[in-house]
């Protein structure tokens, strides 16, 4: 009887750092599935160097970058699956974050539901293949920052590198050319008191931002795929 109690212990607490995975971090993971998918959730705003304020809804990078370290690291999780429904945020912590997911072996998959704003856009092509609902919408917008700024030529030499990393990395992550993203950047008829685009689910695909437009069982039927005709990520 007691062996039975010390193999059910482990099972219990395996349990409870699942259910506190999802409730801290918007995270969790499927046991009794045909593969083993660790979802990944980004919502709100992206917080990087600074802290949001409390009524903010907000995703920590430093929650999220160790989480991708255990999730390439851990056999036992065969895929990712990445929902994305951000308004944005510290770009830095935002590329950071997307750098990572793209150098992923294990398969990824990242679905765009509400909203993938700014920062959000690098997010969602850095999965090896991404979906958008229809409904959704992607805003593209030059890079900005809050607080105080030296109005100094070199201020916009730093503002124009970082753009330019930004730039980079959604054109190689995606089929939409620097021309295109350019545009929808710069594009000054659209939104108010502002510069940039706002994108829907199926001009996101047909601009080649996004793969495809598709659920969330079109996603999990690609990551199972993935999974499937993949090879293993680490020899045995």
């Given at each position: 009887?007691?062996?039975?109690?010390?193999?059910?212990?482990?099972?219990?607490?395996?349990?409870?750092?699942?259910?506190?995975?999802?409730?801290?971090?918007?995270?969790?993971?499927?046991?009794?599935?045909?593969?083993?998918?660790?979802?990944?959730?980004?919502?709100?705003?992206?917080?990087?160097?600074?802290?949001?304020?409390?009524?903010?809804?907000?995703?920590?990078?430093?929650?999220?970058?160790?989480?991708?370290?255990?999730?390439?690291q851990d056999?036992?999780?065969?895929?990712?699956?990445?929902?994305?429904?951000?308004?944005?945020?510290?770009?830095?912590?935002?590329?950071?974050?997307?750098?990572?997911?793209?150098?992923m072996k294990?398969?990824?998959?990242?679905?765009?539901?509400?909203?993938?704003?700014?920062?959000?856009?690098?997010?969602?092509?850095?999965?090896?293949?991404?979906?958008?609902?229809?409904?959704?919408?992607?805003?593209?917008?030059?890079?900005?920052?809050?607080?105080?700024?030296?109005?100094?030529?070199?201020?916009?030499?730093?503002?124009?590198?970082?753009?330019?990393?930004?730039?980079?990395?959604?054109?190689?992550?995606?089929?939409?050319?620097?021309?295109?993203?350019?545009?929808?950047?710069?594009?000054?008829?659209?939104?108010?008191?502002?510069?940039?685009?706002?994108?829907?689910?199926?001009?996101?695909?047909?601009?080649?931002?996004?793969d495809s437009?598709?659920?969330?069982?079109?996603?999990?039927?690609?990551?199972?795929?993935?999974?499937?005709?993949?090879?293993?990520?680490?020899?045995?």
């Amino acid at each position: 009887m007691s062996d039975e109690k010390e193999q059910d212990k482990p099972l219990a607490e395996e349990a409870l750092d699942e259910a506190e995975l999802a409730r801290e971090n918007g995270q969790s993971v499927s046991r009794n599935s045909k593969h083993l998918i660790h979802c990944l959730s980004v919502v709100g705003q992206i917080e990087g160097h600074y802290v949001l304020a409390e009524q903010n809804k907000t995703t920590k990078y430093e929650h999220i970058i160790p989480a991708l370290v255990a999730i390439e690291q851990d056999r036992s999780v065969e895929g990712l699956l990445i929902i994305l429904n951000t308004v944005g945020g510290d770009v830095e912590a935002g590329l950071a974050i997307a750098e990572l997911i793209s150098g992923m072996k294990t398969p990824t998959v990242s679905l765009v539901v509400g909203g993938g704003h700014s920062i959000g856009v690098p997010l969602a092509v850095s999965a090896k293949r991404s979906f958008i609902v229809p409904t959704a919408s992607m805003t593209i917008h030059p890079v900005r920052m809050n607080g105080t700024v030296l109005g100094v030529p070199q201020t916009l030499s730093y503002f124009d590198k970082m753009q330019d990393r930004i730039i980079s990395f959604v054109t190689r992550n995606s089929g939409i050319s620097e021309e295109d993203f350019r545009s929808l950047m710069m594009n000054t008829q659209e939104l108010v008191m502002d510069v940039g685009s706002v994108i829907e689910g199926d001009k996101a695909v047909e601009l080649g931002l996004i793969d495809s437009l598709g659920s969330l069982g079109d996603a999990m039927d690609c990551l199972y795929d993935m999974i499937e005709n993949t090879e293993k990520r680490y020899a045995d």
